[in-house]
């Protein structure tokens, strides 16, 4: 059996992970520090992938600023994490409001929260030299409509992150 | 974060478990020997919760019911690690379903359409929890997915009644 057990992955980028995920989630380019500019993000559904730090800072810039967070029941619940080698894992769930600050390019102009716990997440991430190089992101839904929309809504923002891009609108 | 050792017992256990995923998916026998009497297994989408060995046997019999394999149509792991008390695996599965819970519709999918990440929990030697992932990258795929889950609680539901095992 091959050995996936050894060291953890860097502990200080987990921590800044963490906190940045609880406290700070609206913070692009925090996050953008963790990650090494070939670093590759798989999305599902959909299976999209976004190559190297400009391509996931439009896309994240676009996911960013459609929700907004608050201490109540719209707020990012980390449920585990664990670490070892180059990997580390992350399961949460998502609550959140919806913002229109994309001018309503997403969710068309429609607000609404989704409280903590319908959207879950799970986090594959792998490390190279301190940094993120690899993030394979699995969001799922307990809500039966939310899993049909989740696919719409994720090519929905795939297509504005590539007409962004095309444009040269990084961010 | 605390560093946990990886025991014998697990570490047998993940050997196991990947020999199973690989090479003989479809041995109810041999997978069931893996769980915890207290086995807790979520599915997402749906967050579908089975409690308990009974619960999981029958989840596990319907699922594998609904799909063979062979040639492309296998199932490919693509990432796994542990921490010695967790573990994640990253996995592809192609298949060929057999309609039991697509309404009858045999269809075949090819690696990489359906895709996998399980995060379980493991005690002496046994999976007490799981998480399941399941992604589809496909639009019909992730459109399907939510009814064939339902689909298979339903049935696994139906059968463990059936047993006078319901809890």
């Not at chain 1, 991430?125 to 049909?148: A, C, F, M, Q």
């Not at chain 2, 599965?93 to 269809?107: N, Q, R």
Request: proline share 2%; charged share 25%; glycine share 8%.
């Amino acid at each position: 059996m091959q050995k996936n057990f050894e060291i953890q992955a860097d502990e200080a980028v987990i921590e800044e992970l963490l906190d940045l995920m609880t406290n700070d989630s609206e913070n692009l380019e925090r996050t953008l520090k963790l990650l090494t500019d070939d670093c590759v993000w798989v999305m599902e559904p959909s299976g999209t992938e976004y190559h190297g730090i400009a391509q996931i800072k439009t896309f994240a810039g676009i996911a960013m600023k459609l929700r907004g967070h608050d201490e109540g029941e719209h707020r990012i619940e980390i449920l585990s994490c664990f670490s070892t080698g180059d990997n580390f894992c992350i399961e949460y769930s998502h609550g959140m409001v919806s913002t229109d600050a994309v001018t309503g390019a997403i969710t068309s102009g429609l607000k609404g929260g989704i409280p903590t716990g319908i959207l879950r997440y799970c986090m594959v991430y792998h490390t190279r030299d301190g940094k993120i190089d690899r993030v394979h992101e699995y969001i799922n839904s307990s809500s039966w409509w939310l899993s049909l929309l989740l696919p719409i809504g994720m090519a929905y923002l795939h297509r504005v992150t590539i007409k962004r891009m095309a444009k040269g609108i990084v961010n | 974060m605390e560093t946990n050792k990886l025991s014998k017992a697990n570490e047998a256990l993940i050997q196991e478990y990947l020999d199973i995923v690989e090479h003989d998916s479809e041995n109810l026998e041999r997978i069931m020997r893996l769980f915890a009497d207290d086995i807790l297994f979520e599915l997402e989408p749906t967050g579908d919760v089975y409690r308990g060995k009974p619960a999981m046997q029958a989840f596990v019999d319907v699922a594998m019911s609904g799909r063979t394999h062979s040639g492309q149509y296998t199932l490919q792991i693509t990432n796994w690690f542990t921490d010695g008390d967790q573990l994640c695996i990253e996995y592809t599965h192609g298949g060929i379903l057999t309609g039991v819970y697509t309404a009858g519709i045999k269809a075949r999918f090819e690696q990489g359409v359906a895709r996998y990440c399980i995060t379980y929990h493991m005690c002496a030697g046994k999976f007490d929890r799981m998480h399941e992932f399941i992604q589809g990258t496909t639009f019909l795929a992730n459109l399907a997915m939510p009814f064939m889950l339902k689909r298979i609680k339903r049935l696994a539901d139906k059968k463990l009644a059936g047993t006078g095992r319901a809890d």
